[in-house]
């Protein structure tokens, strides 16, 4: 039985560009957008809660004169595993050094070279796991908070960016739900939920850019932040977009293991300058697994600690970094020192306890080049989109230069399009309706479903997946979404109802996409299925709406 309800529908709120998201995808085209008209920015938490702010180890550009743009485009095609779209990776890679520029012109504060990395760069140029050349550009080893905060200060301080703290998006608003008539469908905005104040408002747009970020929070253990529920994934489905490459959900290998803390990464450079894999008893066990062993591609080396883990017992292995100078240890992994420091462990003399955690979705909305989604006036953008240039596996730092260089590509595009935009004339939007729904007596039935959708996720498809454990969670998540979607019309939306509704879409379609694919690729490893098949597989699994 449902209590009456507490919460109130309020007015419309019309903007010329909708963006949902804040991270350096969202922020971005934002303030690229915000030359054109008004932006409303909308995220969950703050604008400092994304997955940006807690990324570490850089961008990748082409940056120096010993790099090239056919070496990262190859390094980028190779981790990719054959299903990169050359084309997309070729573009990505080409607009990075313009966009690192613009990063500079803004004030991030990127490491400057020490002159002792033998390039010609200006900046301190990192070299990450599967890239052939010092090319990752960062700050320190907190890369993603120096960008955030540069590209908040801008937003901040732009009179054309409005933005909504603690406002969660419900559902998309299309044209074919709102007035049937129209021939095509099209978004004009979306529903949200004012968490301060309990209001719900239909936010309006001439055009809408997804920027939610990943679906980290579907897995038990995730390096993600709490806002990483796959809300834009579940909605541009809901409202007619195709999706794809669900099954390649990388895990990055070294998460911190440690009871009082979750979700801290142990950034993939520290392996890059040298630090070393170990079981708990002190063995390298890399070097038998890749002959480029702890640089081996993140697939590669989750897998194999995976295994390891398996085979000792243990809950983790160690990440060993402290045969390298103290100094440089702490200069250029400051964040990384003092977190793991105020948890009892030098790394400069100690091991570091690390296992696998869910960590970057290589799939997501489908996407052309210019970040449109095939759903008239909606495009996605970032790691909520599949554009082609991740394929079944990302290469280290390709994920921020993606959000970055994408973001321009949607302006420009939208630029294109402005005067048709400008002048469309939507149907009349309907407020929100709250019929007879009322608030759930008890949010334990909440909480249950989301424990039960990670822990089956985590349990059935992780890191090595099979035919008998992807079918079990296909039958217990499609079980799932019904018990959801009754619930759900009888209960008013809430960011925790939503967030569950939107993972048990978001699994169910993982789910569907990893058993199309009868093959081990990239990220998809499959005990049944151990061999690459490029015969019939090497293309992108499409589930349509």
Not at 216 to 224: D, H, I, P, R
Not at 333 to 360: E, M, Q, R
Request: charge should be neutral; proline fraction near 4%; charged fraction near 25%.
């Amino acid at each position: 039985m449902a209590k009456k309800a507490s919460i109130q529908v309020g007015e419309h709120i019309y903007f010329d560009f909708l963006v949902i998201g804040s991270g350096v995808a969202g922020a971005s085209v934002a303030l690229k957008l915000s030359a054109l008209g008004k932006v409303g920015l909308l995220c969950k938490e703050t604008l400092f809660d994304c997955n940006t702010q807690w990324a570490q180890g850089g961008i990748a550009s082409v940056l120096s004169e010993n790099d090239s743009y056919e070496s990262h485009t190859q390094d980028t095609l190779v981790a990719g595993a054959g299903l990169c779209h050359e084309k997309t990776v070729r573009k990505v890679v080409s607009a990075g050094p313009k966009a690192i520029e613009e990063l500079i012109d803004m004030g991030v504060a990127f490491t400057p070279n020490d002159q002792q990395n033998h390039h010609d760069y200006e900046f301190h140029l990192a070299q990450e796991a599967a890239h052939s050349a010092r090319r990752i550009i960062h700050a320190d080893d907190m890369t993603g908070a120096a960008l955030q905060k540069t590209l908040v200060k801008k937003i901040s301080e732009n009179k054309n960016i409005s933005i909504f703290e603690f406002h969660t998006a419900i559902d998309l608003i299309v044209t074919d739900k709102v007035s049937p008539d129209f021939s095509r469908n099209r978004v004009l905005g979306s529903y949200v939920i004012n968490e301060k104040n309990n209001i719900i408002s239909a936010f309006i747009a001439k055009a809408t850019i997804l920027a939610t970020g990943g679906h980290g929070k579907l897995y038990l253990y995730t390096t993600n932040p709490d806002v990483a529920a796959g809300d834009g994934v579940a909605m541009a489905w809901r409202a007619g977009a195709r999706v794809a490459n669900l099954e390649f959900m990388q895990f990055h290998p070294t998460c911190l293991y440690s009871p009082r803390v979750k979700n801290f990464l142990i950034s993939e450079a520290l392996r890059g300058e040298g630090a070393i894999l170990k079981s708990k008893s002190g063995k390298r066990f890399m070097e038998n697994e890749h002959p480029l062993k702890e640089l081996a591609p993140r697939d590669i080396v989750a897998r194999a600690i995976d295994a390891e883990i398996k085979k000792t017992g243990e809950p983790f292995v160690y990440l060993d970094i402290s045969h390298k100078d103290p100094e440089f240890i702490k200069t250029h992994f400051p964040g990384i020192y003092s977190k793991c420091l105020g948890l009892g462990i030098n790394i400069t003399t100690d091991p570091i306890p690390v296992v696998p955690a869910a960590h970057y979705s290589c799939g997501g909305i489908v996407t052309d080049m210019r970040g449109r989604t095939g759903v008239k006036a909606l495009w996605a953008i970032g790691e909520v989109a599949c554009t082609g240039l991740h394929g079944a596996n990302r290469l280290a730092s390709n994920s921020l230069l993606e959000g970055l260089v994408f973001a321009e590509f949607v302006y420009e595009d939208i630029q294109i399009l402005w005067p048709d935009l400008q002048h469309y004339i939507s149907p009349e939007i309907p407020k929100w309706q709250l019929g007879k729904a009322g608030e759930p007596d008890e949010m334990v039935v909440i909480s249950q479903l989301w424990d039960e959708i990670r822990r089956t996720m985590w349990n059935y498809v992780s890191i090595v997946r099979t035919e008998k454990r992807l079918a079990r969670a296909a039958a217990r998540i499609d079980q799932i979404c019904q018990e959801i979607e009754t619930y759900y019309w009888n209960i008013i939306p809430s960011r925790a109802l939503i967030e569950v509704r939107n993972l048990a879409a978001v699994a169910q379609l993982t789910v569907k996409c990893a058993r199309m694919r009868k093959e081990s690729r990239g990220i998809h490893y499959s005990l049944d299925y151990p061999y690459t098949d490029d015969i019939n597989y090497k293309k992108d699994t499409v589930v349509l709406s």
